[in-house]
């Protein structure tokens, strides 16, 4: 399988990260001795079952190491066309597989073993759309104190993760709810209210499971989706604030 690595996006002067990043793109950032997209990188080579990357938004002066086949494309302005441009690009490379992932390059504790247990997860389900969330417990287990934002449904709360699977030929940016979605990811209410705001009274109410939530989306977005619990909570533990950083700096120093 394919994977399109999101690399784009610099932290303004306002944003938590500047004071670490000062002006440099978040990717760089390095953490535990080398660049986040490194960590990245590292774990899709050590992936028994990761082929080519299509890396969107990295400098072009930013040197990365991969053994195998690596394209670098330019931001396209927000995360929906970084999307789509990476999508053409393993398209227009002949990728075989007619699934990929699309992976943010801020969650450097992931390791090939998880990429290969997801990898195995949308072959076998064939959906769409395959979206990776986390359990709070095994979230706060892994790293406590991460203080990730939880959607709490009837059955578990949860949070998004960062890496998630997709069929190339039904995916794309003209679909409204899914360009909501994408815009949204970072506000699991939002998220939900586009989803409609009966679907936020429930969440709110926790009377909704995790399977009526996949299959709200999937409807929504008219797609054959699948909401995937995983049990790595490395999947949706990104860098969006200093003390996350510290905390997985810590974790990799360790390892």
């Given at each position: 399988m394919d994977v399109i690595l999101t690399a784009g996006g610099t932290p303004a002067a306002d944003d938590p990260l500047y004071p670490l990043t000062q002006g440099k793109p978040k990717a760089l950032l390095e953490i535990?001795?080398?660049?986040?997209?490194?960590?990245?990188?590292?774990?899709?080579?050590?992936?028994?079952?990761?082929?080519?990357?299509?890396?969107?938004?990295?400098?072009?002066?930013?040197?990365?190491?991969?053994?195998?086949?690596?394209?670098?494309?330019?931001?396209?302005?927000?995360?929906?066309?970084?999307i789509m441009a990476g999508s053409r690009t393993l398209q227009a490379n002949a990728t075989t597989c007619p699934y990929a992932l699309v992976m943010a390059s801020d969650i450097p504790a992931i390791t090939?073993?998880?990429?290969?247990?997801?990898v195995a997860q949308v072959l076998a389900l064939q959906c769409d759309l395959v979206y990776t969330v986390v359990e709070q417990p095994v979230m706060e287990k892994a790293f406590p104190?991460?203080?990730?934002?939880?959607?709490?449904?009837?059955?578990?709360?949860?949070?998004?993760?960062?890496?998630?699977?997709?069929?190339?030929?039904t995916v794309t940016?003209?679909?409204?709810?899914?360009r909501k979605l994408i815009e949204?990811?970072?506000?699991?209410?939002k998220q939900a209210a586009i989803m409609g705001f009966d679907t936020l009274l429930l969440i709110?109410?926790?009377?909704?499971?995790?399977?009526?939530?996949?299959?709200?989306?999937?409807?929504?977005?008219?797609?054959?989706?699948?909401?995937?619990?995983?049990?790595?909570?490395?999947?949706?533990?990104?860098?969006?604030?200093?003390?996350?950083?510290?905390?997985?700096?810590?974790a990799l120093t360790a390892k």
């Open positions: 535990a001795g080398k660049p986040m997209i490194q960590w990245a990188l590292d774990a899709l080579a050590a992936a028994q079952s990761i082929d080519q990357v299509v890396v969107v938004g990295l400098p072009e002066d930013a040197a990365v190491d991969y053994p195998r086949r690596i394209t670098r494309i330019p931001n396209q302005g927000d995360m929906v066309a970084n090939g073993e998880m990429i290969d247990w997801l104190g991460a203080k990730r934002s939880y959607i709490p449904l009837k059955d578990m709360a949860v949070c998004g993760g960062d890496v998630n699977g997709f069929c190339l030929a940016d003209e679909n409204p709810f899914y949204s990811r970072k506000n699991a209410l709110l109410l926790r009377a909704m499971t995790l399977d009526q939530a996949s299959l709200r989306i999937s409807r929504r977005l008219g797609v054959r989706g699948k909401v995937l619990p995983s049990p790595y909570a490395q999947i949706a533990m990104d860098v969006d604030k200093p003390h996350q950083f510290e905390l997985l700096e810590k």
